[in-house]
């Protein structure tokens, strides 16, 4: 490894040289899918003067894609490229790393550059709504499939219920239709079944705004609210705003994505386009590649965040409180996935038969007397029942 990067670090002042910068590579660090190497440059060239130089940069290094970013300390222009060697971040050994600092209805979604895993808590403030947009091949359904499976081990059920939604339409690998739901069917979270006819989507997203309303109308009257907290999961952002309806269904979702976090429900939704949908106010951003500088800039709301630069295949931004970090999505196999469901459903079915099993409170025996002696001060005890706090 150490030949390979000498040879790319002299490819990369090779470039920079030929077009008349006196720029050289000062070291670099490793990450799970790239190398980010930290240029040097003279005191009159900015950053801004490499730019045009990325497409050249990417063909003399032999990679797919290059992306140039300040480093997030000192600012200094880092080049980072992929690794040859990449190395793939695994949900579940890192959902047991976190296990024990994960807040309430919070997702896993990966490792950042310096290795730190990356949580989202859905219910921050400045986290909610989230999306999560990027081309075909970028990483989305698989993000959502983590963001899933995260919260339902770290939550246990009669805190975290999950709505998944899925209207991105059969994409086809061989003869085989995808989408983030499959294996998920059986998790002990889920209000119902994954939902993939647009019809029944729709009902949905009018089900879950009645359901808003009546918790607003809780909290109106000062009343606590009532139930799990809600996450719906929406695959297909694009394809739900149009169409015959999608006038309906956009302003049921930006009333949701306005209010929700306040009653306890949440929403994050994936889109190929996220120019249809800059008129929800989010939150987090997660952004994988996209297609152009136009649609990275609508997605992740920044001019010259470098979207279009990412790898793919879960390689992703997050742009939140105008701060960005890239990092790369966890991903887990399907039969991780059939066991990891299957011991939750254990789990749950556990935890109902020893609600079942536990004995019944004992009824308090009437008194003969109709007219009880009052006890004197030392005879009381007194209990504090659930809720009375």
């Known amino acids: 490894m150490r030949d390979y990067l000498e040879r790319q670090a002299n490819a990369i002042e090779y470039v920079l040289h030929a077009h008349g910068i006196s720029a050289r590579v000062g070291g670099g660090t490793l990450s799970p899918r790239l190398i980010h190497f930290q240029l040097q440059l003279p005191p009159p060239v900015r950053m801004a003067r490499l730019t045009p130089l990325l497409h050249e940069l990417t063909e003399a290094l032999e990679v797919d894609a290059v992306r140039l970013a300040p480093d997030p300390d000192t600012g200094a222009p880092v080049l980072e490229v992929p690794r040859p060697d990449p190395v793939p971040v695994r949900l579940l050994p890192l959902a047991r790393k976190v296990a024990e600092v994960v807040p309430p209805a919070t997702a896993t979604l990966g490792l950042d550059t310096t290795g730190t895993p990356l949580l989202l808590r859905l219910d921050a403030p400045e986290v909610g709504p989230a999306l999560i947009a990027g081309s075909a091949g970028a990483g989305k359904s698989n993000l959502l499939q983590a963001v899933a499976l995260s919260l339902a081990l770290h939550n246990a059920p009669r805190d975290v219920r999950l709505l998944l939604l899925d209207v991105s339409g059969p994409a086809r690998r061989g003869q085989r239709s995808i989408s983030p739901w499959m294996g998920l069917e059986g998790l002990p979270h889920l209000v119902t079944g994954p939902v993939i006819a647009p019809e029944e989507v729709h009902l949905r997203l009018r089900w879950v705004n009645r359901l808003l309303n009546r918790r607003m109308e809780q909290l ?26 999608g006038q309906e269904r956009a302003e049921l979702i930006r009333h949701l994505a306005t209010e929700g976090r306040e009653a306890g429900i949440h929403l994050v939704a994936s889109t ?66 059939m066991r990891t469901v299957g011991l939750l459903q254990q789990v749950a079915e556990g935890e109902i038969r020893a609600a079942e099993a536990a004995p019944a409170p004992k009824p308090r025996s009437r008194p003969t007397n109709p007219q009880p002696k009052a006890a004197s001060r030392a005879e009381r005890t007194w209990s504090v029942g659930p809720g009375a706090g």
């Open 272 to 337: 190929m386009d996220a120019t249809l949908s800059e008129d929800i106010p989010w939150g987090a951003r997660l952004v994988g590649r996209m297609p152009d500088q136009g649609q990275a800039h609508a997605a992740s709301g920044i001019h010259g965040s470098g979207a279009e630069g990412l790898l793919g295949a879960g390689d992703f931004l997050a742009v939140l409180g105008g701060e960005m970090l890239r990092f790369q999505t966890a991903s887990v196999t399907p039969e991780e996935i």
């Open 220 to 245: 109106a009257e000062g009343e606590a609210l009532e139930g799990s907290t809600l996450v719906v999961l929406l695959d297909g952002l694009h394809a739900t705003l149009r169409g015959q309806g």
